[in-house]
């Protein structure tokens, strides 16, 4: 069975940079760190708050059968929401259509 969430969290993985980057997300800033492994069938993010509070960490497996999102102690919901507001701080913007 398809995981709508996973598939949107899974889509905005793949347009945010890999390693270390600053970005905001649900009114704060954050210390973001995505990887990735197994040639690209699994990704973590793990995100701190930049004001001292606030963490955020999840996994996604891209599986034959759909995505997967596995969040680290926390709701699914939490995390689709932070991935979904998250803008990487100084990113260009996308051009107008």
């Known amino acids: 069975m398809i995981d709508p969430r996973a598939e949107a969290v899974a889509e905005?993985?793949?347009?945010?940079?890999?390693g270390a980057f600053r970005g905001r997300?649900?009114?704060?800033?954050?210390?973001v760190?995505?990887?990735?492994?197994?040639?690209g069938a699994s990704e973590?993010?793990?995100?701190?708050?930049?004001?001292?509070?606030g963490y955020v960490s999840l996994n996604l497996y891209r599986l034959?059968?759909?995505a997967r999102l596995?969040?680290?102690?926390?709701p699914a919901e939490t995390v689709a929401r932070f991935v979904a507001d998250l803008e990487v701080a100084g990113a260009d913007?996308?051009?107008d259509q």
Request: hydrophobic share 50%; net charge positive; with cysteine.
């Open 64 to 66: 034959a059968a759909g």
């Open 44 to 53: 973590k993010l793990v995100a701190r708050g930049l004001d001292g509070t």
């Open 25 to 31: 997300s649900l009114g704060r800033d954050w210390l």
């Open 70 to 74: 596995k969040p680290c102690e926390m």
């Open 33 to 39: 760190v995505r990887s990735v492994f197994a040639g």
């Open 12 to 18: 905005v993985l793949a347009r945010l940079p890999l």
């Open 93 to 95: 913007p996308a051009p």
